[in-house]
């Protein structure tokens, strides 16, 4: 009996978890849809809990504040999910890492970006509105940046370490390269602005990156 007891007290947890993680991905889904549609100063906590259909403590208990709100949007659409893992800990930096060649980690890597960026890069769009007119925000979006560029870096080691960079890049140089082309700001252009397919954006930071950072 005792056994059957513990078998459900973790059926009804894992329940339970399951439908906080679902409340929390609404939630997500409604702040991105206003802040997008409203801008992120004129969307309140009550209009984003109406827009997830769930009470106003309830957005609160999940995410506190509206900047902590934010910055877990963006954390999920660039892992892909609301796990606790760390983005080069995932699935894809690690198959860039793994990969044996330069030219083929290099396009192992424009395919992860392209993924990335696509869910990622619209969120963006938000926090560079939003830090406009709000200094929080403006700050960690600076410090977004620099995280960035550090995720570079160790790309750009990973791709040093398999053969030599192009007219002796240091591997500094070629982590800010690397940070400008497959920045959201020019995903945007392409993407967004000039109507490019992922396909097309994908193949073109990988033949613009092997071109040049390689020999």
């Given at each position: 009996?005792?056994?059957?007891?513990?078998?459900?007290?973790r059926?009804?947890?894992?329940?339970?978890?399951?439908?906080?993680?679902q409340?929390?991905?609404?939630?997500?889904?409604?702040?991105?849809?206003?802040?997008?549609?409203?801008?992120?100063?004129?969307?309140?906590?009550?209009?984003i809990?109406?827009?997830?259909?769930?009470a106003?403590?309830?957005?609160?208990?999940s995410?506190?504040?509206?900047p902590?709100?934010?910055?877990?949007?963006?954390?999920?659409?660039?892992?892909?999910?609301d796990?606790?893992?760390?983005?080069?800990?995932?699935?894809?930096?690690?198959?860039?890492?793994r990969?044996?060649?330069?030219?083929?980690?290099?396009?192992?890597?424009?395919?992860d970006v392209?993924?990335?960026?696509?869910?990622?890069?619209?969120?963006?769009?938000i926090?560079?509105?939003?830090?406009?007119?709000?200094?929080?925000i403006?700050?960690?979006?600076?410090?977004?940046?620099?995280?960035?560029?550090?995720?570079?870096?160790?790309?750009?080691?990973?791709?040093?370490?398999?053969?030599?960079?192009?007219?002796?890049?240091?591997v500094?140089?070629?982590?800010?390269?690397?940070?400008t082309?497959?920045?959201?700001?020019?995903?945007?252009?392409l993407?967004a602005?000039?109507g490019?397919?992922?396909?097309?954006?994908?193949?073109?930071?990988?033949?613009?990156?092997?071109?040049?950072?390689?020999?």
């Open positions: 009996m005792a056994n059957v007891k513990g078998q459900r007290r059926y009804d947890s894992a329940l339970r978890q399951e439908q906080a993680r409340t929390r991905a609404r939630i997500l889904d409604a702040a991105q849809k206003l802040f997008s549609e409203r801008g992120y100063a004129s969307t309140s906590m009550e209009a809990a109406k827009g997830a259909g769930v106003t403590d309830t957005v609160y208990a995410f506190r504040t509206k902590g709100l934010l910055h877990k949007l963006l954390d999920v659409r660039v892992g892909g999910d796990e606790p893992v760390g983005l080069l800990d995932r699935e894809g930096p690690q198959a860039v890492r990969e044996p060649g330069q030219r083929r980690q290099i396009e192992a890597f424009a395919s392209t993924s990335i960026q696509d869910r990622a890069r619209p969120v963006d769009d926090i560079r509105g939003a830090a406009a007119v709000d200094q929080e403006a700050a960690f979006r600076t410090r977004m940046h620099e995280a960035r560029l550090a995720n570079m870096r160790q790309f750009a080691s990973w791709v040093a370490s398999k053969g030599p960079l192009r007219d002796g890049i240091s500094d140089e070629a982590a800010t390269i690397i940070w082309l497959a920045s959201p700001e020019v995903h945007r252009l993407r602005e000039r490019w397919t992922a396909e097309r954006y994908r193949n073109w930071l990988a033949t613009t990156l092997t071109r040049t950072l390689l020999p």
